[in-house]
C-alpha cells in the first residue's frame, strides 16, 4: 500500500511533466514539488523505503532543535514507534532551479504523536535537491519551528 502511494505520485508527476513538456525548467519545479508531495505522503505512511529513494545517501538534516542527523539516522528516526505522524501537509513552497540543482522553501504542517504526547506544529523548511545520474535527491534539508511571536512588553 505504502508503496503504491508513492508510485502513484510518481506517476502523477510523470503524467504532468509529459503534458507540459514545452517549458524544461517549468517541467523541472513540477516534477521537485511532486517529490516534495511525495516525501510528505511517506512521512504519512512512516515508509522509510520511499523516502530512501528520495534521500541522497550523503543526506544532512537539520531538526527543529538543532540536532543534525544523516540519511540512516533519519530514516530510523521516521520508523521509531513513538513517533506517529497523522497529517504532513506543504502549505506553501518555492522552487528555485540552478541547472541540476533546486533549491525549495516553504512552510509544512504536521500533526500526530510523539512518546504518546499529541502536537501540531508549524515548520518553515528548506529542501536542497540534486540530480544525481539522473535522478533528482534531496542532499539536505533543515526545518526551524514557527512559533507565535509574543507581544513585546
Not at 505504502?2 to 517549458?23: D, E, P, W, Y
Not at 516534495?36 to 515508509?47: P, Q, R, S, V
Not at 542527523?69 to 502549505?91: C, G, H, W
Not at 541540476?100 to 518553515?124: C, H, L, P, Q, S
Request: net charge neutral; proline share 3%; charged share 20%.
Amino acid at each position: 500500500m505504502k508503496i503504491r502511494l508513492f508510485c502513484v505520485a510518481l506517476l502523477v508527476a510523470g503524467a504532468t511533466l509529459a503534458s507540459h513538456g514545452q517549458n524544461p525548467e517549468k517541467d523541472e519545479v513540477g516534477h521537485i514539488q511532486a517529490l516534495e508531495i511525495a516525501w510528505n505522503h511517506a512521512l504519512e505512511a512512516k515508509d522509510a523505503s520511499a523516502l530512501n529513494m528520495l534521500l541522497a545517501d550523503t543526506l544532512v538534516s537539520v531538526d527543529i532543535d538543532g540536532s543534525i542527523m544523516n540519511k540512516r539516522e533519519f530514516l530510523a528516526s521516521i520508523k521509531a514507534p513513538d513517533y506517529q505522524p497523522a497529517q504532513v501537509v506543504t502549505e506553501q513552497s518555492s522552487v528555485q532551479m540552478y541547472r541540476d540543482a533546486a533549491v525549495v522553501m516553504g512552510i509544512f504542517r504536521v500533526k500526530g504523536t510523539d512518546k504518546g504526547k499529541t502536537y501540531i506544529r508549524r515548520e518553515r523548511f528548506v529542501d536542497t535537491w540534486i540530480k544525481i545520474n539522473g535522478t533528482w535527491q534531496c542532499v539536505a534539508t533543515t526545518a526551524v519551528l514557527i512559533t507565535a511571536k509574543q507581544p513585546a512588553d
